[in-house]
């Protein structure tokens, strides 16, 4: 009967409402069961809070039921009394819902800036004692987080250098000023796109992917595994993925600057009437170095941010599989707006600074 209680609710309904106007609280209402095939607890209980809406549950009566439905009206009727139904919740006003997600926000970044104490604890007994490091979990995380993630990081800083210096020669061209475009390209590519590209890249990459791994290894207990052994979970699982993203982050984002200007001189070449030797030596006089180290400079701050958020919203699944989507997905978008909110900050600083 649970497949088909939308349609029973329906009857039920329609045959109350034909003949509501002669029942009476004080009346006896008596069920026929005669042509009845099957009887569950839903579809007892759905006829028993209809006929609760009429009369006193101790006015129902049946005839014609088979012993096994009756023993499930019966059983119904008896713990109908006992059955609170809560109304529906108010919904909060929008004052209320404003402060029920700051304080949400409060919670989340308090926990993950505890998070960040626990890794930095962790790093510095690492320094006092250098062979407790995770060599061997340290080198396959480099592998997963760097050579791995080069094809994908090439080609999307590729593609985004081949649009930017299309887009800047469509301008530049109608004042002739098609050499210009090697200066917007290198100082944009270097300092702000590919640091930027490659930090989104790998939080949805990496940081999903930490949160994953370590999701899952708290819902196998492993993580457990690892104290009862009297290890830190923090020094075997989550600094070497600290560590790792930390290293390749920003040999990663050279990759991104090299394939970035690439993409743009193949563009100067085909549509600006600049040659590779013109783009290089343009690129050599409008490119200072501080650019390119202040854009590689960004980086370790913003994979320290990816790690510690995929680790520790990895360490705090709850023991079932939907946590695990849940915090992966939160995860991609926290690390999104976090690599977003630290480059407008290096952008005020470096612009304070004069740099």
Sequence with gaps: MLTHLAQAEAVLEQALNQSAPALTP???????GQSLLALDTAAALALA????????IRQISSMGLQPAHEGVLNLVLQ???DLQISAPANPLAWRA???ASALSLAQMLHSHVGFLGRVAEAAWQTLQRPRTLRVREL??????TGVSAIPVVALVTF?????FAYLLGLQAEQYGANIFVVDGVALGMTREFSPLLVATIMAGRSGAAFTAQLGTMRLTEETDAIRMMGLSAEQVLVLPRVLALMIT???LVFVGDVAGLSGALVVANTMLDLTPAGFIDRLHSALAPRHVLIGLGKSPVFALFIAVIGCRMGMDVARDTRSIGIHTT???VQAIVAVIILDAIFAIVCQELGW
């Design 139 to 144: 080198i396959a995380q480099l592998g997963q």
């Design 97 to 99: 819902q404003l402060g």
């Design 49 to 56: 809070l209809r006929l609760r809406t009429v009369t006193d």
């Design 26 to 32: 004080e009346c006896t209402v008596q069920i026929d």
């Design 79 to 81: 713990r109908l009394p």
């Design 330 to 332: 939160s995860t991609v």
């Design 159 to 163: 593609l985004i250098g081949v649009v």
């Design 249 to 251: 982050l920003p040999l």
